[in-house]
């Protein structure tokens, strides 16, 4: 069966330090990955999808990136947080159906 | 511009009744695809419900049923005998094509809150 995994689950990051998220799929090959953001009691925004290696959009202009070194890695980064960055960051893949499929998440708070 | 609308940022419903959650959309696509999820405090995401755009049935999953208005570009929810642990999040979500492949965007969600 298909698993999706990120990490860290919290991160605590002073203005200006970098990032990086990490998120993995088992189970399934080739997968549309997708990072998205939510702010505290907000919705959901798309920061980033890719439909293969090194194949990525961004939705967003901003100081964040993604790479996608293997076929189920799939990797948020910022080379200096802003405190806008703070919030609640959820990678998923999207099964043939439509429905994606969700990790835990990763809650950054920027001070 | 907004492509999914949801009108309500809260909604309170006492338990065992029944509750319908707004949704409107906007897309020149034909073909797309509408979902809603559901956010514990937890924060996990939860697939609920989806509905085809070519579907012309309305979706149903237990207690979820989708009222999918094509021609208005609604797709409400309908929770049927609510539960406490029907509190959470809900957000609505659509999938349309895309360069090379599909994207989901959401709705800025409904706070549900069960009564007892």
């Known amino acids: 069966s298909q698993t999706i995994h990120q990490w860290p689950a919290t991160l605590v990051q002073p203005v200006g330090s970098p990032l990086s998220l990490e998120c993995t799929v088992e189970g399934t090959s080739n997968p549309n990955l997708y990072w998205y953001r939510q702010a505290a009691g907000r919705g959901l925004q798309l920061l980033f999808y890719s439909i293969g290696i090194d194949q990525i959009s961004s939705e967003v202009p901003q100081n964040l990136s993604a790479s996608r070194p293997q076929d189920r890695q799939f990797i948020l980064s910022s080379k200096k947080l802003l405190l806008s960055d703070s919030g609640f960051y959820l990678c998923a893949w999207d099964a043939l159906t439509g429905e994606l499929f969700f990790g835990e998440g990763s809650r950054l708070t920027v001070l | 511009a907004q492509k999914i609308t949801q009108t309500q940022p809260g909604m309170f419903v006492q338990e065992k009744e029944a509750v319908t959650l707004d949704c409107t959309y906007d897309?020149?696509?034909?073909?797309?695809?509408l979902f809603w999820y559901k956010q514990p405090s937890s924060g996990e995401m939860i697939f609920l419900i989806y509905q085809g755009s070519y579907d012309e049935q309305n979706a149903t999953e237990g207690r979820y049923s989708l009222n999918f208005q094509k021609a208005r570009k609604s797709a409400n929810l309908v929770i049927s005998a609510s539960q406490l642990g029907d509190s959470a999040m809900y957000f609505c979500a659509m999938r349309e094509p895309y360069t090379g492949g599909f994207k989901t965007i959401f709705g800025a969600g409904t706070r549900l809150f069960v009564k007892a």
């Open positions: 897309t020149s696509d034909q073909s797309y695809g």
